[in-house]
């Protein structure tokens, strides 16, 4: 699954790679974590590609009550059928701007965080899809997203048994098309970016608390060991 990452490239870099226009600044952010407002990528009603925030944590439209635990994976394997996600795979498939995420591994009888980034150290994004709720009256609404994930076969197998599906840059149009129906075997067929694109390290564990959102997320855990020393 994916339940934390980071994105840290600059505007410029947003710009470049998703074709969007963009004047607000955003900060680097290291440990993003559920129920967080987080940037993604979506067609406009004119089919151009437009950068906005949404929370994490999927919350369906036809939901009645949206205090319920949200869902930030859709299984790729169910993603069709489930009524949960069924009007968003056709219709509001996203981007979700990305730098790397992090996946907790047992080692030693202890939970150790690893990062798992680009090899290329590039600006990639997750697919996802993403939904409007809006309350009983109309009064208030909340835009929301969840990221795709797939049994992980390769590499990535050896710190965690499912990996989040990324697009290649050259296919964001092709993702965020939306088809209704979905093309017989679209997500079966999707060139999505193949698990030896990335590498994997161990990082530190203050990337298991949400209040650490520094570049001391990235540090080895050999770091935290010496500086325990003194």
Same mark, same amino acid.
């Given at each position: 699954?994916?339940?934390?990452?980071?994105?840290?490239?600059? @505007?410029?870099? +947003?710009?470049?790679?998703?074709?969007? /226009?963009?004047?607000?600044?955003?900060?680097?952010? =290291?440990? $993003?974590? &559920?129920?967080?407002?987080?940037?993604?990528?979506?067609?406009?009603?004119?089919?151009?590609?437009?950068?906005?925030?949404?929370?994490?944590?999927?919350?369906?439209?036809?939901?009645?009550?949206?205090?319920?635990?949200?869902?930030?994976?859709?299984?790729?394997?169910?993603?069709?059928?489930?009524?949960?996600?069924?009007?968003?795979?056709?219709?509001?498939?996203? @981007?979700?701007? +990305?730098?790397?995420?992090?996946?907790? /591994?047992?080692?030693?009888?202890?939970?150790?965080? =690893?990062? $798992?980034? &680009?090899?290329?150290?590039?600006?990639?994004?997750?697919?996802?899809?993403?939904?409007?709720?809006?309350?009983?009256?109309?009064?208030?609404?909340?835009?929301?997203?969840?990221?795709?994930?797939?049994?992980?076969?390769?590499?990535?197998?050896?710190?965690?048994?499912?990996?989040?599906?990324?697009?290649?840059?050259?296919?964001?149009?092709?993702?965020?098309?939306?088809?209704?129906?979905?093309?017989?075997?679209?997500?079966?067929?999707?060139?999505?970016?193949?698990?030896?694109?990335?590498?994997?390290? &161990?990082?530190?564990?203050?990337?298991?608390?949400?209040?650490?959102?520094?570049?001391?997320?990235?540090?080895?855990?050999?770091?935290?060991?010496?500086?325990?020393?003194?």
């Amino acid at each position: 699954m994916c339940g934390r990452y980071l994105m840290t490239s600059p @505007l410029d870099a +947003m710009r470049a790679v998703f074709k969007v /226009k963009a004047d607000a600044n955003f900060p680097a952010r =290291y440990n $993003i974590a &559920p129920k967080q407002p987080v940037l993604v990528v979506r067609h406009d009603d004119a089919g151009i590609p437009e950068l906005v925030a949404v929370e994490w944590g999927f919350v369906p439209e036809w939901i009645k009550d949206p205090a319920k635990e949200p869902v930030i994976n859709a299984r790729i394997e169910t993603v069709e059928a489930k009524p949960y996600f069924r009007a968003s795979i056709k219709r509001k498939r996203c @981007l979700v701007p +990305m730098n790397g995420w992090y996946e907790w /591994k047992t080692e030693g009888g202890r939970k150790q965080p =690893y990062l $798992i980034s &680009p090899s290329d150290g590039s600006l990639m994004a997750f697919a996802g899809v993403w939904s409007t709720w809006h309350g009983p009256g109309g009064e208030h609404w909340l835009e929301t997203m969840a990221i795709l994930t797939a049994p992980a076969t390769g590499p990535l197998s050896s710190v965690h048994h499912r990996r989040p599906m990324v697009v290649a840059n050259a296919d964001h149009d092709a993702w965020l098309t939306t088809h209704d129906p979905l093309p017989r075997r679209f997500l079966e067929d999707f060139p999505f970016v193949g698990e030896r694109a990335f590498d994997a390290r &161990p990082v530190s564990t203050r990337v298991g608390n949400v209040r650490f959102d520094g570049p001391e997320c990235l540090d080895p855990p050999e770091h935290e060991r010496q500086t325990s020393l003194f």
